[in-house]
């Protein structure tokens, strides 16, 4: 009788881990997006990876019983061993965030690899598995736990250096910014010439937003002075670009755009500069959705129209309707190209996370975005002197 109810028991355990199984599967293949929407849904992804850093983060280093039993796992528990409890709270929370913001980069990594392989499974390794890609950020962070903590600090002092990809596009899409800036309320202004008191409003404020900006720019160069040379040169160099951009001799200089830069560069050399802040975590909102909405791998147009000019010379005796349906339709290479660059984006947004949320900086790093920012704005000023070739 034992052995018929065992039989029984037997098959209804195997049925319902079955079930359990498929259903797991099942949960985990959902959240297929159109390509357009799986922008966003990255983005969605991006704020989760950060939400969950610091919530566990803070979570696992002020609770005592959590590192007690975090404690018995032979990687991150080794933080219990710290001398007082203020290294072990850093330890466990600067461990969980790496761990977290790897995994991350580590997703994007693997769906950039595997765009290489096509469009097609390019296609489903960018639109599919949503759900499986939020589950995977805690599940894999808990799995590398058992890790050792040595392995995630070198991975930590080695990819820091690639993170800074991350701010040279950041300081591109800040100096775009401001030219824009610039560039809209001027035309504000000249849209309403026919009323002078709304024009000179408008010119008013892009003076008035210059002085603001200049004015907090000087406060925390004087305040980063004190502490490094180098940031004397780079204020030196500042001051030549801002005084150059009001001449006449640099066609595309214009005060608002320096002013944004000259308060920029002061803000990587004031003292205790970081990636942290209001300041920081506003320009890496507005980096991530430029990278994450608008990272293209397309050719340039110029190479599109030498294209469309190849084949209307070559299939000269086709149709117009098919030529035309031919040409609005992407390559392979095309397409898995843009994924490969929101990929890697998505990659070196998530090396920069492990820094920016614990603000733990190489001693180079601010000098170098600091130097790398100015560089950039000054080439912008001086290009159009050099390369007179080329319209700007």
Request: hydrophobic content about 50%; aromatic content about 12%; glycine content about 8%.
């Amino acid at each position: 009788m034992g052995a018929i109810f065992s039989m029984v028991g037997s098959f209804f355990t195997s049925c319902l881990g079955s079930l359990t199984g498929t259903c797991c599967a099942k949960a985990l293949g959902l959240g297929t997006l159109r390509q357009d929407a799986s922008r966003i849904g990255y983005l969605i992804l991006n704020l989760y990876t950060i939400v969950l850093s610091l919530a566990m983060g803070a979570l696992f280093g002020g609770n005592k019983s959590l590192q007690w039993w975090f404690g018995y796992l032979p990687g991150i528990g080794k933080c219990t061993s710290e001398e007082d409890d203020q290294l072990v709270e850093e330890c466990f929370y600067s461990n969980l965030v790496q761990r977290i913001t790897f995994t991350y980069a580590l997703m994007h990594l693997a769906i950039f690899l595997l765009c290489t392989c096509g469009d097609g499974l390019a296609r489903k390794a960018n639109n599919r598995y949503f759900v499986l890609k939020f589950v995977m950020i805690p599940v894999v962070a808990f799995a590398l736990c058992f890790t050792p903590n040595d392995i995630f600090h070198f991975l930590f002092v080695t990819l820091v250096p690639l993170s800074f990809i991350y701010v040279l596009m950041q300081q591109v899409m800040l100096i775009d910014l401001a030219y824009s800036w610039n560039e809209a309320w001027v035309a504000n202004a000249e849209d309403y010439s026919n009323s002078e008191a709304t024009s000179r409003a408008w010119f008013i404020a892009i003076v008035f937003s210059a002085v603001v900006l200049l004015a907090l720019g000087c406060y925390n160069f004087f305040l980063g002075i004190s502490r490094a040379h180098w940031c004397a040169v780079v204020l030196v160099v500042q001051v030549a670009c801002l005084a150059g951009s009001l001449t006449e001799y640099i066609p595309h200089g214009a005060l608002l755009p320096s002013s944004v830069i000259f308060s920029y560069s002061a803000w990587l050399s004031a003292p205790g500069a970081g990636l942290q802040g209001a300041v920081g975590w506003i320009l890496y909102a507005f980096t991530t959705i430029y990278a994450m909405t608008k990272a293209k791998g397309d050719s340039s147009m110029a190479g599109q129209d030498a294209r469309r000019l190849s084949e209307s010379l070559t299939n000269g005796n086709q149709s117009e309707g098919s030529s035309s349906r031919r040409q609005q339709e992407p390559t392979d290479n095309e397409t898995s190209k843009s994924l490969m660059v929101l990929h890697l984006c998505g990659t070196l947004i998530g090396l920069y996370l492990a820094p920016a949320i614990t603000g733990v900086l190489p001693p180079w790093f601010c000098p170098a975005a600091a130097a790398t920012v100015t560089v950039l704005y000054g080439w912008t000023l001086v290009a159009p002197l050099v390369l007179t070739d080329r319209e700007f």
